[in-house]
């Protein structure tokens, strides 16, 4: 089942180009879509997610018109939106089980199983009981993975997920997100973190603006920058002359003086700099650099 | 030296009066206070009693009024309420305390930014009253222009009234920072204060019953004032409004209760996050995890973090289920979230609230005396029970549906459930639902208090057929109506504050027509002063309680059809307008 988006166009009454002829193909996988606040990633969320109109393009999931049969969508759909509330006087195993009859499953005891083994796999079992209000910023998310989770998903969507959460727990929310994606299941990560899209995704694009500047692989990013990312110390003062004689991808002031990362194919910007191994983020900023 | 237009004081007042221009509700109440003064002007009892329209007697009867019915009080309420609490919700709190804003100049700003703005929605009605003057109906009596009585009663009576009022909203709500408790206290006013009224003010002394009544209701009154009805026009068109010592000291205490109760808020409040209540729950670490984990790593060297890769054998399993569509899901799914609904009520405590005062109410709705009835004791105090209840109900039923079909929205669940598969019915009927029963429940409650009132005061047999058949006849039509005119308004306005408003005026405007004489079963579907008991099993009354539900059924349509899953993030830009977010 692949997710195609032909042409797909937004705009706010308050004349913002949320999205500007956007077209992917996303196949069955981990897919990360990357780009900067305001990029224009929770509207095209959205809009998947049968939640928001475009005013032109079309968007398909395998045989279903997402646009149009709204209702097929929902029953193959998992989503976690990038703001997700609950109802805090309830309790995590009553909410859930009410989404899951939300979602169709009116089988008491089949219901009873699944949110059982969704409690186990998000490690909430020990808290099913307690009122969701009472739970940290982490397991919440926990929480709302597995409401995705619900009803055997083939698109789920993730927005966001891991803003806010401390290290320990992105990094279990990693640990989750990646089981998810099965052969059948495609799972889109929409995010600003690019560590998150390196970690995760097989498959990416970086949006901005509501264009979509790329759409590759995370190992094709880097391999076209091989051999090509700097790394070296400079005065301070001497940053703006350098900065306009090379491209700059990253600065950073260090005791005093400017550590930068620069891109610069085939020859060494100077002889303070070293090459360095790229990055994820060495394209993601190139990218955005050369639009800007 | 810095003058008070530089204070941090009027920096906050300014605020909130911006603040106050960019929503939508002081405009709303503008033209519903302005368009009730053209109907009470020129559609009122002076043009039938010859009353001048000008004249100080009606001047300052209109003006009582209108400080007491329109939902003025509970306005008050919506106005004042949430200063406090609004800033803590956008999270501009520590934004503001972090600057150098005196308590006092903070507080005293909100409230009285907050009630400036109420005074000037107010005020459209006494200039609307006052600009007529110059616009004489043909038959109407007016008097020479006067400028005078309009804003002394206007101040005397509508203002002051409203400035203790607001001080009590003020306060309960920025010490406790729950605009529930507002509403709350909004919602029971009418029941609370003519309870006062019944129970207290109407066995003192006349002298007490005008120092003790907060909202004024005796200021002003007194001579050929109390019985008008029975006094030429002539004289009541020359008669001068005066107000004695007494009625002085009365609008002096509401003063100097206001002024306590700002002093209070001043010492009590405090600025730090308010502690919830937060459950002990498991602190989970990654020592603990990876049993369960099974990631399959990517294998490009980027990982930013070591994530320990497991087999996925260690997975755990999760079941097959089957999904099923058709009526019988839906009805289920309806049920479940009308389960959610009610244990969300449960949770908020309000029927902690309401029950009681449903109690109250229909308590006091038994005549405690021998008094000539209709049919029986049993018929009366039943009929009394449900004209009684009929504002409590309708209060109840417009606020509760209100919060039950904004929720999701509110606390941000709603892209997650209406990313579901679950029909649109069933998010409505079950809201629908929910709140239907809620009233039949206070109609139960109100119904077997009266019964056992009736009981104890020994006007017995207490016939339960004529509280079934009054109940069952007029109320319940009449509360399936209004849950779904507000179920259908709130879809159509897609805002509950604007809902609030529109079915208050709404209301409050029918009542004002059925009040004058305009009162047929066409627009009248509460049958409000227009059944006896007589004829509650007769046709035509039958026959106006099938045309109620078939309209109940067709609001749910409208409903039903206008109903959208549109989803957009939006929030609030430092000016107070709602802006939809790009990203």
């Keep these: 089942m692949q997710l195609r988006i032909d042409h797909l166009s937004k705009t706010y009454p308050n004349g913002t180009r949320a999205l500007d002829d956007v077209s992917l193909a996303i196949a069955p996988g981990m897919f990360g879509l990357l780009g900067p606040n305001g990029a224009g990633k929770s509207t095209l969320m959205r809009i998947v997610a049968t939640l928001q109109e475009p005013e032109a393009g079309s968007v398909s999931l395998g045989e279903i018109d997402v646009l149009r049969d709204k209702e097929a969508v929902r029953r193959t759909l998992g989503y976690l939106p990038q703001e997700f509330g609950v109802y805090p006087k309830v309790t995590a195993e ?23 083994a969704l409690l186990e796999q998000t490690n909430l079992q020990r808290d099913r009981a307690k009122q969701l209000g009472g739970f940290s910023g982490g397991m919440r998310q926990r929480f709302g993975i597995a409401v995705a989770l619900l009803g055997d998903p083939r698109l789920i969507i993730v927005d966001e997920p891991t803003a806010g959460l401390d290290p320990e727990e992105r990094n279990r929310f990693h640990n989750l997100i990646s089981e998810t994606g099965t052969e059948n299941t495609v799972v889109i990560l929409s995010t600003h973190i690019v560590s ?42 001497h940053f703006i002359p350098f900065k306009s004689q090379f491209n700059v991808i990253s600065s950073r002031t260090f005791d005093g003086q400017a550590r930068l990362r620069v891109i610069a194919k085939g020859q060494r910007p ?13 394209y993601y900023f190139d990218l955005v650099n050369r639009q800007d | 030296m810095r003058s008070l237009f ?15 221009a960019k929503r939508v509700a002081p405009y709303v109440l503008i033209v519903f206070f302005a368009s009730n003064a053209v109907l009470w002007w020129g559609w009122g009892p002076a043009v039938e009693t010859g009353w001048a329209t000008n004249s100080e007697f009606y001047i300052q009867r209109n003006m009582g009024g209108f400080s007491f019915i329109l939902g003025l009080p509970i306005f008050t309420g919506i106005i004042v309420g949430d200063a406090v609490i609004r800033d803590f919700r956008l999270g501009v709190d520590p934004l503001i305390f972090s600057k150098p804003v005196g308590r006092g100049s903070y507080l005293l700003g909100k409230f009285l930014g907050n009630f400036f703005v109420l005074v000037c929605c107010q005020s459209a009605f006494a200039i609307t009253f006052f600009l007529l003057q110059w616009v004489p109906f043909s038959k109407m009596v007016v008097l020479p222009v006067r400028v005078v009585p309009y804003f002394k009663h206007f101040f005397m009576i509508v203002v002051i009234s409203h400035l203790s009022l607001a001080a009590i909203y003020f306060a309960a709500g920025t010490l406790t920072r729950n605009a529930k408790v507002v509403y709350g206290l909004a919602a029971s006013f009418y029941p609370t204060y003519i309870a006062y009224q019944l129970l207290v003010l109407k066995n003192v002394p006349r002298i007490f019953s005008v120092l003790l009544d907060p909202l004024g209701g005796r200021v002003g009154e007194g001579g050929l004032m109390k019985d008008p009805w029975h006094t030429s026009a002539d004289v009541l068109n020359k008669l001068e409004v005066s107000y004695r010592l007494d009625q002085y000291v009365n609008r002096g205490s509401d003063i100097v209760l206001s002024a306590l109760l700002l002093l209070i808020v001043y010492f009590w409040y405090r600025i730090d996050p308010v502690e919830r209540k937060s459950e002990a729950f498991t602190k989970l670490t990654l020592s603990e995890a990876p049993k369960r984990i099974a990631y399959s790593g990517p294998s490009y060297g980027l990982i930013d973090s070591p994530i320990e890769v497991l087999p996925a054998v ?12 058709g009526p019988a899901t839906t009805l289920f799914q309806m049920i479940a979230a009308m389960g959610v609904e009610f244990q969300l009520l449960r949770a908020e405590r309000g029927l902690l609230v309401l029950t009681p005062l449903a109690i109250i109410l229909s308590f006091f709705s038994v005549p405690f005396s021998r008094m000539p009835v209709e049919v029986s004791y049993s018929v009366a105090s039943a009929t009394n029970t449900a004209n009684m209840l009929l504002l409590f109900l309708a209060c109840v039923i417009v606020f509760y549906t209100g919060e039950a079909m904004h929720r999701d929205r509110e606390v941000k669940i709603e892209p997650v459930v209406w990313s579901t598969p679950a ?27 009266t019964m056992v009132a009736q009981f104890y005061s020994g006007f017995t047999p207490v016939d339960f057929s004529a509280y079934l058949m009054i109940n069952g006849v007029v109320v319940v039509p009449g509360i399936i109506f209004m849950t779904a005119f ?67 059924l067709l609001l749910l349509a409208l409903a039903h059809v206008f109903f959208e899953r549109k989803s957009s993030r939006t929030s609030l830009n430092v000016a107070g307008e709602i802006i939809e977010d790009a990203e």
């Design chain 2, 314 to 325: 260690d997975q755990i399993p999760i079941p097959k289920v089957t999904s099923t569509r």
């Design chain 2, 423 to 449: 029909p649109n019915s069933a998010f409505l009927l079950s809201r629908f639902l929910a709140i239907t029963l809620l009233g039949l429940l206070l109609v139960v409650i109100g119904g077997l208090t």
């Design chain 1, 196 to 237: 998150d899209v390196s970690n995760l995704c097989s498959r990416m694009a970086i949006i901005r603006q509501g264009k979509i500047l790329s759409a590759c692989t995370p190992r094709q990013a880097v391999d076209e920058l091989k051999g090509s990312v700097w790394e070296g110390t400079v005065p301070r003062e």
């Design chain 2, 6 to 20: 530089q204070t941090s004081f009027a920096a906050v007042f300014r605020n909130e009066v911006l603040l106050n």
């Design chain 2, 486 to 552: 507000v179920v259908a308004l709130n879809v159509l306005l897609r805002n509950k504050y604007l809902a609030y408003v529109a079915a208050v005026s709404i209301g409050a405007g029918l009542f004002y027509l059925y009040s004058i004489g305009y009162n047929h079963w066409s627009y009248n579907l509460l049958l409000y002063q227009l059944w006896h008991y007589a004829n509650l099993t007769r046709w035509p009354i039958l026959g106006h309680r099938l045309y109620c539900l078939a309209f109940a």
């Design chain 1, 270 to 282: 100077s002889e303070e700099f070293a090459p360095a191994t790229p990055v994820l983020e060495d």
């Design chain 1, 94 to 116: 009553d909410l859930l089980d009410h989404f899951a009859v939300l979602k169709g499953i009116t089988d008491r005891a089949e219901r009873r199983r699944l949110v059982t």
